[in-house]
């Protein structure tokens, strides 16, 4: 079955950086768009970034400029570069793939910013 596994969250101070990656398993990987979501305490989950199957890229407003996605797709991973944190970036982050109608979860990763 399809798998996705989230690593590299943590705390971290305010200007300070993190690397998220995420590895998937059970899917034909390179066909598949993959995305990184975000859900802060007491709100609706959002996407962060997402990178398509032919490598285009799209980034919420609030992390353009700071944030990078990329992929891998001999390692069937997805990254997140998270340079100059602020402390409303603190969420649990998930990973996910789409293919038309199909979507797949990771069980999410906590980043927390904060002095």
């Known amino acids: 079955q399809v798998q996705l596994v989230e690593s590299g969250g943590g705390l971290v101070q305010p200007g300070g950086s993190l690397r998220l990656s995420c590895a998937a398993s059970?899917?034909?990987?390179?066909?598949?768009?993959m995305a990184w979501y975000r859900q802060a305490p007491s709100k609706q989950r959002e996407l962060v970034a997402r990178i398509t199957s032919d490598g285009s890229t799209n980034y919420a407003d609030s992390v353009k400029g700071r944030f990078t996605i990329s992929r891998d797709n001999a390692k069937n991973t997805v990254a997140l570069q998270m340079n100059s944190l602020e402390p409303e970036d603190t969420a649990i982050y998930y990973c996910?793939?789409?293919?038309?109608?199909?979507?797949?979860w990771g069980q999410g990763t906590q980043v927390t910013v904060s002095s």
């Open positions: 059970g899917l034909t990987y390179s066909l598949w768009h």
């Open positions: 996910n793939a789409q293919l038309r109608i199909l979507n797949y």
